[in-house]
């Protein structure tokens, strides 16, 4: 009961405080049309199941825009390739209480949590967020945030509570999900004018969760010679916490992210599961990227019969023409080291992704993005 009465004086608060925005006076409505539209090819070795052939990764079609000076909206769907059908990808509501200082969202978008999870899919710049991303960021989320900048853009934060289970429409239990998160940027907005830049960043999470595919296991799959990781059942506790940096000098940048999730299981038994990468790349006249990164990953592993805990690391190596354009063309190679052949593959806020890394796979990818 406390901790209703705590929620119902948070959203109370909030609401108060914008009051006197919402009083302002309002203009016309305006609609901003978004799409991403990703699709490719991939060839992979028999050793991984062999999935050669044509590919769609995401068609996603959304519109943002403001209603009067002080409340916004965006709203998108997506094709969900694996079950054939069209699926809400953000509904959600939200209006400045103070400027760009404090904004409150509610309805279904990106929770503040993780690094590479925040950014748009447009702009990662493989084919797919890394493993540790797909498996232990929560995504997008049900629920209410507080986010503001605060410094000329250098300074972001964000917190917020949701339901904790992904676009259900429902709570499907009475536990809640809460993050939060603080990251700083050098120059602020203006980034793409500096030869210097560096920024750093880090997030938390925490929820009670009920039997909620969270669990990352190793378990065996059908044509693959090691386990894989896949997401599972888990009920208890879940603690998430990492963080991330970047820094860029002219052509050259190099990034990484770690995050780290401990499960407390109801039976009193506890794990953990950790990924994280590095990436380094170079820009050629600002029409091609040379990339290059680590992957490693880590299931939680010995629980529920499953196989110990296993690390799938991968070496991606890629090439980007025309990167930050509306239109991109993408190739990239994976090597699986120590005996890696597939990694994570679904996210966990149930979201399309592209292929898993997988050991002598080939990838092209085709996007353009409005």
């Known amino acids: 009961m406390n901790r209703k009465l705590h929620l119902a004086a948070c959203i109370a608060l909030g609401l108060a405080a914008g009051q006197p925005a919402v009083l302002q006076a309002q203009t016309g409505p305006t609609l ?29 079609l959304g519109a943002t825009g403001k209603v009067g000076i002080v409340f916004d909206y965006v709203a998108g769907i997506e094709v969900d390739r694996r079950e054939e059908s069209i699926r809400l990808l953000d509904a959600a509501l939200g209006f400045a209480i103070k400027d760009d200082l404090l904004r409150l969202g509610i309805g279904l978008e990106r929770s503040g949590f993780g690094g590479e999870a925040i950014e748009n899919k447009a702009d990662i710049p493989f084919v797919e967020r890394f493993q540790g991303s797909l498996a232990l960021a929560p995504g997008r989320q049900l629920g209410l945030d507080l986010s503001g900048a605060a410094l000329e853009g ?55 969760d009920s039997a909620l595919v969270a669990l990352p296991l190793s378990l065996p799959e059908e044509g693959v010679a090691n386990p894989v990781p896949v997401l599972t059942e888990f009920t208890g506790d879940r603690l998430s916490w990492g963080g991330n940096a970047r820094v860029a000098y ?4 190099v990034a990484g992210e770690y995050l780290r999730t401990d499960f407390s299981h109801s039976d009193g038994e ?32 010995g ?3 499953s196989e110990a ?33 597939a990694g994570q593959e679904l996210a966990l806020d149930g979201t399309n992704t592209g292929p898993r890394l997988a050991d002598g796979q080939f990838l092209l990818n085709l996007q353009v993005a409005f």
């Open 32 to 60: 901003e049309v978004t799409g991403l539209l990703r699709t490719g090819f991939r060839l992979e070795s028999d050793a991984t199941g062999g999935r050669d052939g044509f590919a769609l990764y995401d068609a996603r």
């Open 154 to 208: 250098r300074l972001h934060y964000a917190g917020g509570i949701y339901n904790g289970n992904g676009s259900s429409w429902e709570n499907d239990g009475n536990g809640f999900l809460w993050t939060a998160r603080a990251g700083w940027n050098s120059v602020g907005e203006l980034e793409f004018f500096e030869d210097f830049v560096w920024e750093v960043g880090a997030s938390s999470a925490f929820s009670e």
């Open 250 to 253: 002219r052509e050259f940048a």
């Open 270 to 301: 506890d794990s953990s599961s950790e990924g994280w990468y590095a990436q380094g790349s170079f820009t050629l006249w600002a029409a091609a990227e040379l990339l290059a990164r680590y992957d490693s990953f880590r299931t939680a592993g």
């Open 303 to 305: 629980i529920g019969g």
């Open 309 to 341: 805990a296993q690390t799938t690391k991968f070496l991606v190596l890629g090439v980007n023409v025309l990167p930050g354009l509306v239109g991109r063309l993408g190739v990239q190679y994976a090597f699986g080291l120590d005996g890696s052949l």
